[in-house]
């Protein structure tokens, strides 16, 4: 049989959406396990979109007519004037801003942009889950790093071309502080080695303040931010993403975004920049991480000791929670109907049959995820309040264990 490419032939289905998929098959299931958020779009882009983006006189020129490689200069404009009013950061919207089909393909671009086949890329441990899919299809090598209570060092990134963050991060809820910042640009200076932010969750930091890494003087010129729509204004399905870089960066960037997708939907585009350069857009987006912090809260309280659960990340921001549930798993093992599993896996199977709630286990986020579950916090309130209520009266109605 003539082959195809072997490393997807045999790589295994994103698992959050294969139970998010299972849990839209059962009404019944309260569905913690993907992160689309429930806000959004904005009410102030809701007009436009329908009379000015939606009609025919619009959309149909925007559908005969490719858009520029880099972009829509007006939105490049937009994303710079977004960058400087909330962090003081200049980015140059002719040289050093991309437009792309999603975080997701500004990810890939950069990652592109910056290795060669082969080269090593750090990431961590746990991360988002398609990370290390996205760096071994295209034939790197991914470095999985674990967070230490110090801060990381300089020798764990020995050989690294590319440092990826993740800020607000999947699947912890952490937000790096000043000292992570200060280690890892001591890492990337002494490794001569690029720092690709991801940065889609910016604004919905509830309790650290985001800072992006080009904002550091340090890393202004090693750095590289990638962003969305997605997240921020609710609307995930926009699928329009960006690039900050240095224009050295960025002329790489294009010759890849052109061989994967020549440009943008123009219509998209269209679409945010109502959403990004409205005068409201900034209070629209900050009023936005409100719930999620109460949400938070809530979780640290239903989610306690009593229920099995121990915090050792606290979440400062984000749309997800990644309790450990080691303690939980002891307490199921003494049961004869209990699969076998890593604890992440064990507990979330429980809770999806149990308590009909759907989470994700940890260890798809890496190794060092294996004893959690990744609880999302981004849907309705007064659901996500039912689903704690099950998960920890389903948790306490396990007998205790003894662990030592």
């Keep these: ?191 001569d080695a690029w720092v690709v932010h991801d940065e889609v969750y910016d604004t919905l930091c509830y309790a650290r303040e985001h800072r992006p890494a080009k904002s550091l003087a340090a890393l202004s010129e090693r750095s590289v931010l990638v962003n969305s729509f997605s997240k921020k204004f609710g609307v995930p399905g926009l699928r329009v993403g960006w690039l900050v870089a240095p224009a050295r960066v960025i002329d790489v960037a294009i010759r890849v975004h052109e061989a994967l997708c020549l440009g943008v939907s123009e219509l998209a585009e269209s679409v945010a920049l109502r959403l990004i350069e409205h005068p409201d857009a900034d209070a629209w987006c900050d009023r936005q991480k409100i719930p999620l912090a109460a949400h938070n809260e809530a979780a640290l309280r239903a989610l306690g000791s009593s229920a099995g659960f121990r915090w050792p990340i606290v979440p400062m921001g984000g749309l997800f929670l990644f309790p450990d549930v080691t303690d939980i798993r002891r307490r199921l093992s003494a049961r004869d109907d209990t699969p076998g599993g890593d604890d992440g896996s064990v507990v979330a199977r429980y809770l999806l049959r149990n308590a009909k709630v759907a989470v994700v286990p940890g260890g798809v986020y890496g190794a060092a995820g294996r004893n959690h579950i990744r609880i999302s916090t981004g849907g309705n309130r007064v659901l996500f309040l039912d689903a704690l209520d099950r998960i920890a009266a389903a948790c306490r109605a396990l007998p205790a264990c003894d662990t030592h």
Excluded at 83 to 111: C, F, K, Q
Excluded at 143 to 155: D, L, T
Aim: hydrophobic share 40%; proline share 8%.
């Design 1 to 191: 049989m003539t082959r195809i490419n072997r490393y997807l032939a045999n790589a295994s289905p994103v698992s959050s959406k294969s139970i998010a998929q299972a849990a839209r098959d059962d009404p019944a299931i309260l569905n913690l396990s993907i992160g689309e958020p429930e806000f959004g779009p904005p009410e102030y882009a809701l007009a436009g979109i329908g009379t000015i983006d939606l009609q025919p006189e619009t959309y149909l020129p925007a559908l005969k007519r490719y858009e520029h490689s880099r972009g829509s200069l007006a939105l490049r404009r937009a994303i710079s004037n977004w960058y400087m009013r909330r962090y003081g950061l200049a980015a140059d919207p002719e040289s050093e801003i991309l437009i792309t089909h999603g975080g997701i393909e500004a990810l890939n671009v950069a990652l592109l942009s910056l290795t060669d086949p082969a080269d090593r890329i750090a990431l961590s441990d746990p991360g988002y889950a398609l990370y290390a899919r996205a760096i071994e299809v295209v034939g790197r090598q991914p470095v999985p790093i674990r967070r230490a209570a110090h801060g990381p060092c300089s020798a764990d990134y020995a050989g690294c071309q590319v440092i990826l963050v993740n800020s607000p991060e999947n699947p912890t809820g952490h937000v790096l502080g000043n000292s992570d910042w200060d280690a890892l640009a001591s890492a990337a200076e002494a490794n």
